[in-house]
């Protein structure tokens, strides 16, 4: 089944984006305008449960901060109404204070689960935002291709690249001393 994704032409601000009703469905806010797409497939969602449990594992033994599944708001920018979910995110304790009722600034690692099904936007002005707004690192799951994407960004950029197989031990620039087959 093909994904629809709906876009509300409307412009809206940020506010009254957080003002709308909550919903389970991915919804996002990109420079005023609504974007929303269907809910995603089990699969997606099976490869986001297995991502979250080994990062959350992680980061709890090791006291490094919160790993937020999606749908979690994260304002990038308030003032120009840009509001992302990417499908997981950590925030290390050194950030906290940017949790609050919504996430309010760029996380330190955030996770998109890539598959056939249209997602919400293009991955390219995703990357792009991830990294003018000072996310660390992002990681991109290509799940059919059963390959990871590790993008390291500095200075609005990306710095580095690396791609996992399944064989592979992922490492982590933000997670100090994750390693974890990709095969999850």
Not at 31 to 56: C, I, T
Request: aromatic share 8%.
């Amino acid at each position: 089944m093909k994904s629809r994704a709906a876009v509300r032409m409307k412009y809206m601000t940020t506010t009254e984006y957080l003002n709308t009703p909550e919903t389970v469905n991915p919804q996002e806010l990109i420079y005023g305008v609504l974007r929303a797409a269907d809910a995603p497939s089990p699969s997606h969602q099976a490869a986001v449960g297995d991502l979250f449990l080994a990062l959350a594992t992680h980061v709890r033994e090791q006291q490094e901060g919160d790993v937020w599944l999606s749908p979690v708001d994260v304002i990038l920018d308030e003032d120009r109404a840009l509001v992302v979910q990417p499908d997981l995110l950590v925030i290390s304790n050194e950030r906290r204070e940017i949790v609050g009722d919504r996430i309010r600034g760029a996380p330190d690692l955030v996770i998109e689960v890539l598959s056939p099904n249209p997602r919400i936007g293009y991955l390219d002005e995703r990357i792009a935002w991830f990294a003018q707004y000072a996310v660390r690192e992002c990681w991109l799951l290509h799940q059919f291709a059963r390959r990871l994407e590790v993008l390291v960004f500095a200075a609005g950029r990306v710095t580095e690249r690396r791609l996992f197989d399944e064989r592979d031990v992922i490492r982590s620039a933000v997670l100090h001393g994750f390693q974890q087959r990709q095969g999850l």
